[in-house]
């Protein structure tokens, strides 16, 4: 019986095969400008994506250039989140502003944490911001308050987030 990891291994070789089978073919039959030659983007986190290029000679000679791109930093990431919200449905309480979430991610969490979850961070604090949400809907009927707005995310409920979900 072959292992799983095997397995795998083999099937990502037999991919990369497949690529370069590709692009060969491609460049025999008129090349990269030719209209069916395959567009094949890379992308992953820079050191894995290096050591993945160094481990694959005959596709590190195909790939010339290069992109980086930098991590968003807390203020980007929370005009993402502020414009997520909005394409929701949701508004930002008054005392709520995008600074202040800024500032509050990057006292809440580490570089390295808001490294590996990049722009993913903002979906994540949306779903946990709506979450934060329906348990003020579900508090208020129980105490039967009737002014909760189920549209609005306020400081509380981020800063709920991040403490709770955000380590």
Partial sequence: MVSRRSNRADTAQDAIAELVASMDESSRN??????????????????????????????????????EFPDYSCLELAQIFAD?????????????????????????TTASWRTEHNGRLSEMLLTGARTEVRKRMRA????????????????????????????
């Fill in 30 to 67: 008129g090349g990269a400008s030719d209209e069916n030659a395959p567009l094949i983007i890379l992308a992953g986190f820079p050191m894995e994506m290096q050591s993945f290029l160094v481990n694959q000679p005959e596709l590190r000679t195909r790939f010339p250039l290069t992109f």
């Fill in 84 to 108: 997520l919200s909005h394409a929701k449905g949701f508004d930002l309480d008054s005392d709520l502003t995008i600074s202040d979430i800024a500032k509050l991610l990057d006292k809440e």
């Fill in 140 to 167: 208020a009927q129980f105490e039967d308050v009737d002014d909760v707005d189920p549209q609005l995310i306020m400081r509380e409920d981020i800063e709920n987030v991040m403490r709770e979900d955000f380590k």
